[in-house]
């Protein structure tokens, strides 16, 4: 009984937390000097914003802490960056994924780390790639830390063409292939 | 201890025959007409009890490839009947090779008591009806195969002024083991040896003038850093795990320094580092990716990779970074720049579609396709500059090839399994 008690302090506090979040966000939207967001920011973290809390409040029946918590970060996944071929700078579905994954940095997992893996198609010499995925996983750092994730908090590594997320030499392979991840470290 | 004065013995004895046989300097032995010499390899005869025939046909049989792939023999292996006296005491009858067109002979001798193997080869110009080289070797069964490219190596000392590149072996990438790590083998694919075994991605192996250290980029601690390993030792030295990539290690011509690219102060930029790593010199200043660097000879440029224009390009600067020149002037999409031994061309992968080698002069004149069927990528000269090694592509597997510098006889080397790229030659040793 007073196990699940404290689980449900917990998960409200959560709840809490994530109003706090919600509510700061208008803050920092506001006060956030680059306006060419503006646009896509309110269509889309509406629905982002929106759902996360119904999960979380779901499974109140949950009483155990470590399952929540568990929850809340398996519920925030960073979305992939893709790019053009041969190219590092973002175009605005990146962008828009981008701002997406800053939010969730700044609010939902405001206390983890990540790393950004940059990653090339396979067309180009093996270690070009390696310096265009680096290029890559920079180019994202650089728009998180812009909007406001601290640098420190963000590592890169290329893989160049490595790792491949789909196998094939096509060009619907290689637009998958080319790509930014974020993975959360701790 | 016993076998060390033996093999010494064994090398006194090699440097005087060269004394005497090779009179120092080049035989010109020509065919008439623009002809390939004509050479008979016989399978040498045995001398003693032990009779192996195999071992006399594997000799001959990687001599007969050497001397093909040198591109100046058509050498065929011809059986005949064993000298009566021996090699040393027999006197060759001429008149059979003369009649038969052939213009050089090759006959030899070995003695195999337990593992212990000694070999003589002598060389035979039928025209001139005389001994042109003698080489005496000596050590154990397995060596058999390098007794035999030595000799091939010593022959085109003689008869075309510069050794022949057959004793080298070839360094490269293979994911036999599963992830790509590091293996030798003999120019020709025998003697396939397991050098790193990181357990992470393991690339871009450079070998050190001496022949004696390989640096390459490995992904063991998370990162792509460059390391250093002695190839007598296991032991993996890290040589610069700068924050970003330190990738395309390129040891300088006189082994002082290494060329690399960097990524630490935002894009990937070509610094100099000692070989112990430290001093990183910055070389190329841009906004662009600088990479894949390949030394002039003497030392004193460098042609590398860079998109500064847009597509990635070769160009050519000083070693201290100056006087920068854009060297390819096709579509772009160029990689893999390799300086030829001789100074005077650059061979390289251009890519439209799949990759193709090309060679180009150093002034940027001559640009000429040496492959197109498959694949193919990473020329390395062999030490001569007479052979190309690449990998490539056809069908299959991604395998290491080797072909002549004006690309004919493109053959398939390796006999890994997986994929095996990234190839590169020892030097002369």
């Given amino acids: ?186 | 201890m016993k076998r060390i004065i033996r093999l010494l013995f064994g090398l006194a004895l090699l440097c005087s025959l060269t004394g005497t046989a090779g009179s120092a300097t080049y035989i010109e032995v020509t065919a008439p007409g623009n002809r390939l010499l004509r050479l008979a390899i016989v399978p040498a005869q045995p001398l003693g009890a032990t009779i192996k025939p195999e071992l006399a046909n594997e000799m001959a049989e990687a001599q007969v490839f050497d001397l093909t792939m040198s591109g100046l023999f058509t050498a065929e292996r011809r059986d005949a009947a064993p000298l009566p006296q021996g090699l040393g005491l027999s006197v060759i009858d001429y008149i059979p090779w003369l009649s038969a067109g052939y213009d050089l002979l090759i006959r030899g001798e070995y003695e195999l008591r337990g593992d212990e193997l000694t070999v003589e080869f002598r060389l035979f110009d039928v025209l001139s009806k005389r001994p042109l080289l003698i080489k005496r070797y000596l050590g154990s069964r397995t060596d058999l195969r390098r007794f035999s490219h030595s000799f091939v190596d010593e022959l085109l000392a003689t008869l075309a002024g510069e050794r022949g590149p057959f004793s080298s072996r070839i360094l490269f990438v293979s994911t036999q083991s599963g992830n790509k790590e590091i293996f030798a083998m003999d120019w020709d694919g025998h003697h396939l040896q397991q050098i790193t075994k990181s357990g992470a991605i393991t690339i871009s192996p450079d070998v050190s003038p001496d022949g004696r250290e390989i640096i390459f980029t490995s992904y063991k601690r998370g990162n792509p850093d460059l390391y250093k390993r002695a190839l007598s030792s296991s032991v993996d030295v890290p040589l610069s795990t700068r924050p970003g990539v330190n990738i395309t290690g390129a040891w300088s011509p006189d082994g002082t320094k290494i060329a690399l690219g960097l990524s630490k102060d935002g894009n990937t930029e070509l610094y100099l580092i000692n070989r112990d790593g430290s001093a990183p010199e910055r070389l190329t200043v841009t906004q662009a990716a600088n990479l894949s660097p390949s030394w002039s000879p003497d030392g004193s440029k460098i042609a590398f990779v860079s998109d500064r224009l847009g597509r990635p390009h070769i160009f050519i600067m000083d070693a201290n970074g100056g006087n920068v020149r854009r060297l390819t002037t096709n579509a772009g999409n160029n990689f893999n720049p390799a300086w030829s031994p001789k100074g005077d061309k650059i061979a390289y992968t251009h890519q439209s579609g799949g990759f193709q080698i090309f060679v180009i002069n150093t002034d940027g004149s001559g640009d000429t396709q040496l492959t197109s069927e498959g694949s193919n990528e990473r020329p390395r000269w062999s030490p001569d500059g007479r052979l190309i090694a690449f990998s490539s592509k056809r069908g299959g597997n991604e395998a290491i090839y080797v072909m002549r510098a004006d690309g004919s006889g493109q053959t398939k080397v390796s006999r890994s399994g997986g994929n095996s790229t990234h190839p590169v030659w020892t030097p002369h040793h």
């Fill in chain 1, 1 to 186: 009984m007073r196990k699940e008690f404290k689980g449900l302090m917990v998960l409200m506090s959560l709840v809490a937390l994530m109003a706090a979040g919600c509510a700061k966000e208008e803050v920092i939207k506001k006060d956030e000097p680059v306006v060419q967001q503006q646009t896509v920011k309110q269509a889309e973290p509406v629905a982002q914003v929106a759902a996360p809390p119904v999960q979380t409040v779901a499974p109140v029946v949950a009483p155990v802490q470590e399952q929540v918590a568990a929850k809340a970060s398996e519920a925030v996944s960073l979305a992939t960056v893709y790019f053009d071929f041969d190219k590092s700078d973002l175009r605005q579905d990146a962008r828009d994924a981008l701002s997406q994954n800053a939010e969730a940095l700044l609010k939902k997992i405001a206390g983890v780390n990540i790393r950004i893996e940059g990653h090339a198609d396979e067309r180009g010499s093996d270690e070009y790639n390696m310096a265009l995925g680096d290029r890559r996983a920079k180019s994202a750092a650089k728009y998180l830390t812009n909007l406001g994730v601290k640098a420190d908090r963000i590592s890169t590594v290329s893989y160049g063409e490595e790792k491949p997320a789909v196998q094939g030499n096509d060009e619907s392979a290689w637009s998958k292939n080319r790509r930014a991840e974020f993975l959360i470290v701790q």
